[in-house]
């Protein structure tokens, strides 16, 4: 079968008016690409640049706060209690009421030095610095309690001492109670000359004490702990409220025990 004549296909194209179908599918396919401008796809292509890089940058920063140190030029806060071991026996003590720096660590001692305030046996505040002309002026009644904690190594009892050695040294003179506290002179010829035994039974108190002289007299007591005894100091005019005194020593040997104590 013959081709048609070129002038008839093209005559029944022109005759028609209507293209044919190949040439009608290039067209619809063209016709379906969007024609987006130069900097619409430039766009394109830079969003998953810019979002790379954020997610770059968060991840240095994320690192970077991480590792960053977080000490500066000012060391750790100290405790603001120490665990300390005398004569086998631990106890909590405040940082500040420890008198001396070189007691201020952990571990065991033998013998650690400290003093609260009376009557609220919080730990002192660090002391004001004295100079020569402030000297006069800081002095000021005494306001607190001492504490020696010793190791006793098997010596003589507090209770020991005050049912067998004090008795040889004290006055026959008979004893001076006053409001439930029983007070006894020692002998001037006796290592004790210059003091007075104080005694009580409830709440339980026993006391040597200095008179009152040049300085203000200063009493003594004592009481064992385990391994450890313990040596309170204080004025002797305390004794007027001597109820408050043995309530304070009792709290105050009560509230530095560890919790094993």
């Not at 070189?102 to 660090?126: C, K, M, N, T, V």
């Not at 001076?176 to 039974?201: K, V």
């Amino acid at each position: 079968m013959k081709s048609p004549p070129h002038g008839i296909f093209a005559a029944d194209s022109s005759a028609t008016g209507r293209r044919p179908a190949t040439s009608r599918k290039l067209m619809t396919v063209f016709s379906a690409v969007p024609n987006r401008p130069p900097r619409t796809r430039s766009w394109a292509h830079a969003v998953p640049i810019v979002l790379g890089g954020i997610a770059a940058g968060c991840a240095v920063a994320l690192v970077a706060y991480l590792l960053w140190p977080t000490w500066g030029t000012r060391g750790a806060d100290a405790p603001d209690k120490l665990p300390v071991s005398v004569g086998g026996m631990l106890f909590n003590l405040p940082v500040t009421a420890i008198r001396m720096k070189i007691q201020r660590h952990s571990g065991p001692q033998e013998r650690i030095d400290l003093d609260f305030l009376y009557p609220s046996l919080e730990p002192p505040s660090a002391p004001k610095h004295v100079t020569a002309d402030t000297v006069e002026a800081a002095v000021q009644s005494i306001d607190r309690i001492f504490l020696s904690i010793a190791a006793h190594h098997d010596a003589l009892s507090p209770e020991q001492r005050t049912a067998t050695i004090y008795p040889r040294y004290l006055d026959k003179a008979g004893a001076t109670p006053a409001d439930g506290l029983t007070m006894r002179m020692f002998r001037a010829d006796t290592p004790y000359g210059s003091e007075d035994f104080y005694s009580a039974a409830s709440p339980a108190l026993t006391a040597r004490c200095t008179r009152d002289a040049a300085t203000p007299g200063m009493c003594l007591s004592e009481r064992r702990v385990g391994g450890a005894d313990l040596t309170f100091r204080y004025p002797r005019s305390w004794l007027s409220q001597w109820h408050d005194v043995a309530e304070a020593m009792d709290r105050l040997t009560a509230q530095l025990r560890g919790p094993k104590g």
